[in-house]
Nanobody, 122 residues
């Protein structure tokens, strides 16, 4: 089985910064795309940022220029550096990974972490 464990959430004042981490473990052959999504109360889950195995990134419009996604392929870890945080960034942040489990197979499987709460408030 594959597990994703997020950490780094918390309460921060507007304009502050947080760094989220997500570690993937289990029987993983390769992690293709990995990234972060968020869901605020009463809202649908939305894209925050994704990054491919070769470092190609994609960001949601609301976080461009403020958030930076990165990954360490050796540690199977993805990071989200969040700067200039706003109250509207308050949400549960979920890590997602598109994973290959078997050498020689093109099948990909999507996994989610349990989420970490980020709250931005004065």
């Amino acid at each position: 089985q594959v597990q994703l464990v997020e950490s780094g959430g918390g309460l921060v004042q507007p304009g502050g910064s947080l760094r989220l981490s997500c570690v993937a473990s289990g029987s993983i052959f390769s992690i293709y795309v990995t990234g972060w999504y968020r869901q605020a109360p009463g809202e649908q889950r939305e894209l925050v940022a994704t990054i491919t195995s070769i470092g190609v990134t994609n960001y949601g419009d609301s976080v461009k220029g403020r958030f930076t996604i990165s990954r360490d392929n050796v540690k199977n870890t993805v990071y989200l550096q969040m700067n200039s945080l706003k109250p509207e960034d308050t949400a549960i942040y979920y890590c997602n990974a598109e994973v290959g489990l078997y050498r020689g197979s093109s099948a990909r499987f999507s996994y989610w972490g349990q989420g970490t709460q980020v709250s931005v408030s004065s």
